[in-house]
């Protein structure tokens, strides 16, 4: 009996301290784990701006379509700093769960302390314009993996729709689009003959994306209609030195400065000169990718001759 009493209790002290020893090990465990075993996050800071209907939508979205994440709510500055060290894969901000400027600000020092990449980010806010003022001053570095809404004018699923996006990094486009640098000038329905500059940075046969060369002339909107200029003679023989076709902003970036449009009331014959167009610039582009490639190569092959010759190739 006295030896059933004595490890019973050597029993007993054994097991607390194994599981202290279980509990340090699992920390260990987590911080060492590859990120792919980590628990992963959708985190939704929101606060006075964002009603609870819209907050308990989003959850049961969550719930529904993405059941293998976390999904947690942060109702303060505070609550939110709570899940810096985790692994968000999406933060929803409300742009004013504090003044609009030191949100910005909470957001930037979040996605400066990630080593895995910047964390990608969904504004919900009543004011896009107050919004992109903010985010151009702060945070315009890291704009081609953030994304806003105006959760006053939207209906749910499109609020539903640009989680899923940010979430699968899927922005699903009819057409191809090809990288370009075109100069171009542009009018809007509603400044009359008055022509901004700007350049297109990709284009398709749908559409494209518009950049503004200076920001402060104008502010695009998801209300513009526009009228592009093509310089196509530039591309195409024998085509007049501007084209005009209608396009339509559907999408304006965060930086505020770019848009992506969809041509507009095209005929017959502008679908020619634009599919004449696309294939002018694919072909331009392969051909610099095949000179870029045998140069590389080409430079690769002289320092392997001059290094077999003995001689130091040049720095």
Known sequence: MANDSGNSKSASGGDDSKGKGKS??????????PRKKRKSYVVMAAGDNVDGDTVAAIQKYMRSAYSKLSFVVARSAEDFAKYNGRNIVLLIMDDMLEEREKTM????????????????????????????????????????????????????HAIFTKIKNGIDS????????????????????????????????????????????????????????????????????????????????RRVLISGGQAGISWEYVSNDKMTIMSDLLTTIVDQSLAKSAAATRAKFAKAQADQDLTRGGAKPPV
């Open 105 to 156: 600000e909470i957001v930037r020092k979040s996605k400066e302390g990630k080593t895995d990449g910047p964390m990608p980010t969904l504004f919900l806010t009543r004011d896009p314009s107050s919004l992109l003022m903010a985010y151009q001053k702060t945070l315009n570095l890291y704009h081609e993996v953030d994304e806003y809404i105006d959760i006053s004018t939207s209906p749910r």
């Open 170 to 249: 899927k922005y699903q486009r009819r057409g191809r689009r090809y990288k370009v640098t075109m100069p171009v000038h542009f009018q809007t329905l509603d400044t009359g003959e008055a022509k901004f500059r700007g350049k297109l940075l990709d284009f398709s046969i749908y559409g494209a994306l518009l950049e503004l060369s200076d920001q402060d002339a104008h502010h695009f909107s998801t209300r513009d209609q526009l009228l592009l200029h093509l310089p196509v003679s530039q591309y195409l023989k024998g085509q007049p030195d501007v084209f005009r076709i209608a396009a339509r902003v």
């Open 24 to 33: 340090n090990q699992a920390v260990v465990d987590y911080l060492q784990a």
